[in-house]
Structure formats: structure tokens, C-alpha cells
């Protein structure tokens, strides 16, 4: 072949090369599965004098797994902006490594400050809606309508709807396209009356999460030694009674999620 012709064919072979290897990375985006977490944007209870916001590790496991998957992982709250973290999940006993690991990721903690808005994303479809929890959830989750025609929209869609400890209080309101609460008649857990007393906040807290799940209707199910972990599948609608759920949680809904690659 003559020197010219050689160039050609090496031109020809690069430019091949480039468009299968955007195609490929195309594919892998489009492919790769969504999951929307929400956090809360409330850091303190009602009466001012403590703080309270998301409970770290209700966040790191299902993000760690998650990312690690190539998931597109989108962190909101129903305001946006910054993420404020309880400080008790921030202490020594409810601090696990890989929570801490992320706490000192100052890439993660900035992320942490820039969190998108419900609104921002309510058009969007995922293949799982990820309600973490912590006190503050008890608060700016239950009453926000944008929060729940996500919710609603996704379930019924046949998309993963998880939700964890307080994190499970943004499902009390949500209805169904027929009127229906969407937790009734569902096997459903969260947070526990007996644990609120267990964490010291029953005078701080604005209602019994329990109790309010009941009343929708739910079929509530709670571990038989508290403050461990639980987790309650139904078909999918997926829920953890506590902090201590967080690993089993994440395995729950990843491997649900796994099926539907």
C-alpha cells in the first residue's frame, strides 16, 4: 500500500474507533439506572432548641452501592440547597466507617450543600425514589404535594418506591390515581413509637409516625427487638423501621433494582 493509502485507512480506523467508543459510553448513560434520593432540609424541631436534619448513614449505604453500580444518582429535598445532617448520627456509636468515610469526602460534603429541589426534578422518571430518613423528614416530607406526585407517579409506574426510619413519613399523604392511600392495605415499617422513646424524642417529635401509618391503614410490621434492623417488602414498595436497617435496606433494593437492569 502506498504511504498515502496507509494514512487513509489510519484516519478511517480513528474516526471508527471514536464513534463506536461514543456510541458505547452513550449506551452505558442511557442504560445506566436512575435513583432520585431525598433528604430533608428541616435542621431543627419545632420548639427551636435542638437540631436534628438527615441521618447520615440512611443516606451513605444506598448512595455507596448505588454509585458503585453506575447508578445516576440524584440527591434532592423538597427546597434544594443545603442538606443539614443530625448531629447525634454524627457521634462515635452511630457513626460506621463507611459513613465516615463519606463525612470526610469534601467532595461529598459539598454535594451535601448543593442538593437540587423537588421541583427540579418532579419531571424526571427514576428507577428508584429513595426517601432517607432522620428526624427532620417528620417535617417537610409529609405535606409536600410535589414530593407526593413523585411518589405517586413512580409506584405507579411500577418503579421502586424505598424508604427508610423517618424517611417513611413521605408516604402518609401520598394517593393513588384511584384515591386511595398508597400505604393501604400495604405491609409497611418506620420508626417506632417505643423507639422514639428509646431516642429521647417523644416530646420533640410533631406526631407517632406509628401510630399515623396505622390510621392510613397500613399493615404495620416492626422488629422484635428494637432499635434492630427491619426491613418490609411489598411488591414495590420497600421500607426500613430504623438506622439500624441501612445495610440490609440497600440490599433489599439493589438487588430488587438488579432485576429490572
Known amino acids: 500500500l502506498s504511504l498515502r493509502r496507509q494514512r487513509q485507512m489510519c484516519i478511517r480506523d480513528r474516526v471508527v474507533g471514536m464513534f463506536l467508543y461514543h456510541v458505547t ?5 442511557m442504560d445506566a439506572l436512575k435513583m432520585l434520593i431525598v ?3 428541616t435542621d431543627m424541631y419545632a420548639d427551636g432548641n435542638l437540631q436534628t436534619g438527615l441521618w447520615l448513614s440512611e443516606l451513605t449505604h444506598i448512595y455507596h452501592c448505588a454509585e458503585e453500580a453506575g447508578y445516576e444518582i440524584t440527591v434532592a429535598s423538597p427546597k434544594g440547597g443545603n442538606v443539614p445532617v443530625d448531629p447525634e448520627s454524627l457521634k462515635p456509636m452511630m457513626l460506621d466507617k463507611l459513613s465516615k468515610d463519606y463525612w470526610d469526602d469534601l467532595e461529598f460534603r459539598r454535594e451535601l450543600q448543593h442538593a437540587k429541589s423537588l421541583a ?4 424526571q422518571l427514576f428507577d428508584c425514589v ?16 410535589v414530593l407526593q406526585a413523585i411518589i405517586e407517579k413512580h409506584y405507579e409506574s411500577d418503579k421502586a ?3 427508610i426510619c423517618h424517611g417513611v413519613s413521605g408516604l402518609l399523604n401520598v394517593k393513588l390515581s384511584g384515591g386511595e392511600y398508597l400505604i393501604k392495605d400495604k405491609k409497611i415499617t418506620g420508626f417506632s413509637w417505643f423507639e422514639e422513646s428509646l431516642a429521647g424524642r417523644k416530646k420533640e417529635v410533631p406526631f407517632d409516625l406509628e401510630a399515623a401509618l396505622k390510621k392510613r391503614g397500613a399493615d404495620y410490621e416492626k422488629a422484635l427487638i428494637p432499635m434492630t434492623s427491619k426491613v418490609v417488602v411489598d411488591c414495590n414498595l420497600i421500607t426500613g423501621q430504623n438506622p439500624f436497617s441501612s445495610k440490609e435496606m440497600t440490599e433489599v433494593v439493589m438487588r ?5 437492569k
Open 25 to 29: 459510553i452513550k449506551k452505558y448513560i
Open 39 to 41: 433528604v430533608t432540609g
Open 120 to 123: 427540579e426534578v418532579s419531571g
Open 130 to 145: 429513595y426517601l432517607a430518613g432522620g428526624h427532620g423528614a417528620m417535617y417537610d416530607f409529609p405535606d409536600d404535594t
Open 161 to 163: 418506591v424505598a424508604a
Open 256 to 260: 430488587q433494582l438488579s432485576r429490572e
